[in-house]
Every structure is written in structure tokens, then in C-alpha cells.
């Protein structure tokens, strides 16, 4: 194990392609546990679209002796499958969850989803302590949120119904993230807010995603990336954004970095050497 003291996560989503899952298991995991991670984490499609290739991915990286989180939400599921799935990774030796409310597929939007507070509490109710629980948090605030203090009050309930920590959404504004920690503080909450971060690796695709996920790039950022035409210049540019972002996170008393991977080893192994972590 490592003697550093914050916590440090990788987080993977199921490939597509069995090709895919392969590289991941072979190539990238050899290549990200050598940096020893606490653990790995494994996205889930809410609504049970991933729900096999979620499970086989947690399953072999269990076979390789990791620490493996598999995500978790109801979606359009019932009682009756998501602890059959509890029950699964109970077996499996998986000590801890991501539990989420995720987002519901297209066609499902007129269910009411089952938020992640309450799946918090199914899980305690089914399986006791087993599980460590970590949930979501929002520096920039949920884009669904009614408001900044609903949605920290929110969290605050998940806490309650039993998680032990959070990871936050990705930011660029370091700012939010400490202002974030004060106002949970404020409300009670004394349990480990971990930052998201997430590695620059297609720049045009992060700004998509950040669109609907409510996570804002700063405008620096992103006149400077549409300067830079080669690829080269862009890695450099967003693994340097990215190093800058980590080592304020830690020297400013980040209790973690669970980074969102995009199963790539780059550029998280380059931010990790940059570091010295
Ligand atoms: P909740 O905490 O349930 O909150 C959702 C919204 O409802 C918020 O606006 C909140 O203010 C409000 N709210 C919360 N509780 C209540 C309540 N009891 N009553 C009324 N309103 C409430 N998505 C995936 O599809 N798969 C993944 O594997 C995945 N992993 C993620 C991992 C991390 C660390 C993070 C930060 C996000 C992840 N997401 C994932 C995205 C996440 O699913 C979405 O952001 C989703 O919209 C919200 O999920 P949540 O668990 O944060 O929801």
C-alpha cells in the first residue's frame, strides 16, 4: 500500500466491445494499479443498460485481487434486482459502492426515480454495514437542483441514510470546491467530500459532456485550448491544467482525487508523475 496520505481513485466505465474490455483489463489496469489507487470504480447505466458488462467488468478486476466500487442505481429497476445484484457483489468480495440516483434513459423520464438518499437506505437495510458507501457531490451545484442549499441539504441526507463519503462532479474551479466544503461543513456534514477530477483528454467531447453535467470550463481554458490545433500541444496544455488543479486540491487539504479515467492510462499517469504522488 502506499504511505500518501490522501485518498487516490480510478474510475472506469464498462467498454463496449469485448476488444475493448480486454485493453482495459490487460493493458490499462496493470499500467493504473501500479500507481496503487485505493480502488477502481466501475460506472453503471442507470435504468440497467450496462447491468453485465458493469458486473464482468467488477467481476474480473476482483479475479486480479483489486478493490473494485461497482456504481449502482435503481433506473427503472425494482426491489427484487438490485439486491439480487447486493447479493452478487457480496459474494464477490466488493466491500464498496458508488450508490447513485443516476439518469433515467429516454422513455423512462415520466418514472420517478428513486433517489440516491433512498437507495443509500435500501442498501443499509439489506446488507447492514458490508458495504462502504460513497455518493455524488456537486460543488458546481446538480444542474437539476432547485437551489445551492437544497442540493447540499440533499447531500446531507444521503450522509444520513448511511454513506461514508462522497466524490464530487469535475470542476476546473478549484474555488467551488473549497467554498463547497465550507457551506457542507456549515450544515453538518463531517464525512470525507473527495474532489472529482477529471483528465483533459478530448477537448471537444468534454465541452459537450460539461454542458449537461453542469460542470463549467473556464473560459481561459477553452480559449486557449481552441488555439492549440495540435494534438500534442492540447495533451501538454490539459495535462498541465490538470497537474496545476491536483496540487492546489492537496496542498489545500483535499482528503482525495478520484480521477475519471475515461479508461485511458494517459494523461493520469503523466498529472500522477508530475505530482511526485
Ligand atoms: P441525487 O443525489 O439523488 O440528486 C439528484 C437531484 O435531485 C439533485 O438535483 C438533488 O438536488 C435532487 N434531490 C436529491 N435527493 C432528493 C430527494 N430525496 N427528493 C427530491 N430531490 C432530491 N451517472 C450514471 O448514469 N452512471 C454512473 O455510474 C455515474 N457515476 C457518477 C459518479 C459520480 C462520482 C458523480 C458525481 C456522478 C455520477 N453519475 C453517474 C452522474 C449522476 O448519475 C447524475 O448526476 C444524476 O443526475 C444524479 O445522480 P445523484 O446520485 O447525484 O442524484
Known amino acids: 500500500m502506499s504511505g500518501r496520505k490522501a485518498s487516490i481513485s480510478f474510475e472506469y466505465f464498462p467498454p463496449k466491445t469485448d476488444a475493448g474490455s480486454e485493453k482495459l483489463l490487460t493493458a490499462t489496469t496493470p499500467a493504473l494499479r501500479a500507481l496503487e489507487p485505493e480502488f477502481f470504480s466501475v460506472t453503471y447505466g442507470a435504468g440497467g443498460s450496462t447491468r453485465d458488462t458493469t ?46 440516483r443516476g439518469d433515467l434513459p429516454s422513455g423512462m423520464g415520466a418514472m420517478r426515480p428513486v433517489y440516491a438518499n433512498e437507495l443509500v437506505q435500501f442498501v443499509r437495510e439489506r446488507t447492514g454495514d458490508h458495504f462502504h458507501i460513497e455518493v455524488a457531490a456537486y460543488p458546481e451545484i446538480h444542474p437539476q437542483a432547485e437551489s445551492y442549499s437544497s442540493d447540499i441539504a440533499f447531500l446531507k441526507g444521503k450522509f444520513d441514510a448511511g454513506a461514508d463519503r462522497a466524490i464530487t462532479q469535475y470542476f476546473y474551479n478549484v474555488e467551488s470546491y473549497f467554498y463547497f466544503l465550507d457551506r457542507c461543513s456549515a450544515i453538518g456534514i463531517d464525512k470525507p467530500i473527495i474532489a472529482g477530477v477529471m483528465p483533459i483528454v478530448n477537448f471537444a467531447n468534454l465541452q459537450r459532456f460539461s454542458r ?17 490545433t495540435s494534438a500534442e500541444d492540447l495533451h501538454k496544455f490539459g495535462v498541465d491544467v490538470v497537474t496545476q488543479l491536483c496540487q492546489t486540491l492537496l496542498e489545500s487539504g483535499a482528503p482525495g482525487i478520484h480521477f475519471y479515467t475515461m479508461n485511458q492510462v494517459d494523461p493520469t499517469r503523466e498529472i500522477f508523475t508530475n505530482l511526485g504522488l
Open 55 to 100: 458486473h464482468g467488468i467488477v467481476s474480473a478486476l476482483r479475479e486480479q485481487g483489486l478493490t473494485v466500487a461497482p456504481h449502482l442505481s435503481f433506473g427503472g429497476d425494482d426491489a427484487a434486482t438490485i439486491g439480487a445484484l447486493l447479493d452478487d457483489y457480496k459474494a464477490m468480495g466488493v466491500e464498496r459502492l458508488v450508490c447513485l
Open 212 to 228: 449537461n453535467c453542469g460542470a463549467e470550463i473556464p473560459r481561459w481554458i477553452c480559449q486557449r485550448a481552441e488555439e492549440l
